[in-house]
């Protein structure tokens, strides 16, 4: 019998492989294997009940489509305050077949706080207060990176309603990831490490680019540097939460630089789980609400020179406390 020849590039076998726990092995650096921690809030998920609409869930912790709702109405207060508190345990809700317009939308909007208006984002709408995405061959996609909305500011976002005006016929989804089971994925050591620490937010990466250098003192004057717990506690849900992001995040406080970058990068890699995920495929007049506190979003940019056109109107929060 002849031997096998070993390729020339086989210099040794090498064990790519760590056991980290009776069921999950980190792989190349990757951890495989089941999540088992999301088990108590799936289940807490799969036995809520409701009054005023139907709803099915999307992901294991993440996202559900709620039907029998219409938004162009005006809607009675308990549908109102059922519709937030399937916001607040879904954490992102969707409906379809909603043809809003822009009043009809910011009036919705409007039932669950105050409204935001963007200072970078032109809303071209005729709404102050609805900012317009209108993506084509010449205005591409650049929100394709995780993110919660608007960190840079000292009180961001509650919330935003998205509805859909025209999206491509394929692509252009929306991602949104649970950053509490994002927070609860940690090992403990990582928690308490990580639990009293500050991390420091700025525009200036992402809007900045579309500040003329001339605007930008009078900018960075109204929009300083702002300070936020790196593990936030939400306002409604007392729950702990991760609030760090890779678009207006710029590094932990309080360690080195290399320290910072680490931690964050670790803290991304856990974010980003698709276990922790929903993907959401858009249709013409679709409309997603997320709780801009408990997810992260991810704009696919795979459509381009498609038409991809999309209203937001964002609902203004509370300053994050740990
Ligand atoms: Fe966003």
Same mark, same amino acid.
């Given at each position: 019998?002849?031997?096998?020849?070993?390729?020339? %590039?086989?210099?040794?076998?090498?064990?790519?492989?760590?056991?980290?726990?009776?069921?999950?092995?980190?792989?190349?650096?990757? *951890?495989?294997?089941?999540?088992?921690?999301?088990?108590?809030?799936?289940?807490?998920?799969?036995?809520?009940?409701?009054?005023?609409?139907?709803?099915?869930? @999307?992901?294991?912790?993440?996202?559900?489509?709620?039907?029998?709702? %219409?938004?162009?109405?005006?809607?009675? /207060?308990?549908?109102? %305050?059922?519709?937030? /508190?399937?916001?607040?345990?879904?954490?992102?809700?969707?409906?379809?077949?909603?043809?809003?317009?822009?009043?009809?939308?910011?009036?919705?909007?409007?039932?669950?706080?105050?409204?935001?208006?963007?200072?970078?984002?032109?809303?071209?709408?005729?709404?102050?207060?609805?900012? !317009?995405?209108?993506?084509?061959?010449?205005?591409?996609?650049?929100?394709?990176?995780?993110?919660?909305?608007?960190?840079? !500011?000292?009180?961001?976002?509650?919330?935003?309603?998205?509805?859909? @005006?025209?999206?491509?016929?394929?692509?252009?989804?929306?991602?949104?990831?649970?950053?509490?089971?994002?927070?609860?994925?940690?090992?403990?050591?990582?928690?308490?490490?990580?639990?009293?620490?500050?991390?420091?937010?700025?525009?200036? *990466?992402?809007?900045?680019?579309?500040?003329?250098?001339?605007?930008?003192?009078?900018?960075?004057? *109204?929009?300083?540097?702002?300070?936020?717990?790196? @593990?936030?506690?939400?306002?409604?849900?007392?729950? *702990?939460h991760l609030y760090a992001n890779p678009v207006f995040t710029n590094r932990v406080l309080g360690v080195s630089?290399?320290?910072?970058? !680490?931690?964050?990068?670790?803290?991304?890699?856990?974010?980003?789980?698709?276990?922790?995920?929903?993907?959401?495929?858009?249709?013409?007049?679709? @409309?997603?609400?997320?709780?801009?506190?408990?997810? /992260?979003?991810?704009?696919?940019?795979?459509y381009w020179p498609e038409i991809r056109i999309m209203e937001r109107a964002s609902i203004v929060g509370s300053?994050?406390? !740990?």
């Open positions: 019998m002849t031997p096998t020849t070993a390729h020339p %590039d086989i210099v040794a076998t090498r064990d790519v492989s760590t056991l980290i726990s009776a069921d999950r092995v980190e792989l190349h650096g990757q *951890k495989v294997g089941p999540i088992t921690h999301l088990s108590e809030e799936r289940a807490r998920l799969a036995a809520l009940t409701w009054q005023n609409f139907d709803v099915k869930r @999307v992901g294991a912790t993440i996202g559900a489509e709620i039907h029998g709702v %219409d938004l162009t109405k005006d809607l009675p /207060q308990p549908v109102i %305050d059922e519709i937030r /508190q399937a916001l607040l345990a879904y954490k992102v809700i969707f409906f379809r077949d909603q043809p809003m317009t822009s009043t009809q939308h910011v009036s919705f909007a409007r039932r669950f706080g105050e409204l935001e208006i963007h200072p970078f984002i032109p809303s071209n709408t005729g709404q102050p207060e609805l900012v !317009r995405f209108e993506k084509s061959f010449d205005v591409k996609g650049f929100e394709n990176m995780w993110h919660f909305d608007v960190t840079w !500011r000292a009180v961001p976002s509650m919330g935003a309603v998205l509805h859909a @005006v025209k999206v491509p016929d394929s692509g252009g989804d929306t991602l949104f990831a649970d950053m509490y089971a994002a927070y609860e994925g940690l090992s403990p050591a990582t928690r308490d490490y990580i639990d009293p620490l500050d991390t420091e937010h700025d525009f200036v *990466k992402s809007f900045g680019r579309g500040v003329l250098p001339e605007q930008m003192p009078a900018m960075r004057e *109204k929009y300083p540097l702002v300070v936020h717990p790196l @593990v936030a506690r939400h306002p409604e849900t007392g729950r *702990k630089e290399d320290e910072s970058e !680490r931690l964050l990068t670790e803290l991304w890699r856990e974010s980003s789980n698709v276990e922790y995920q929903c993907r959401f495929k858009w249709e013409n007049d679709s @409309v997603a609400f997320w709780d801009n506190r408990a997810c /992260q979003h991810y704009a696919s940019s795979d300053r994050p406390t !740990r």
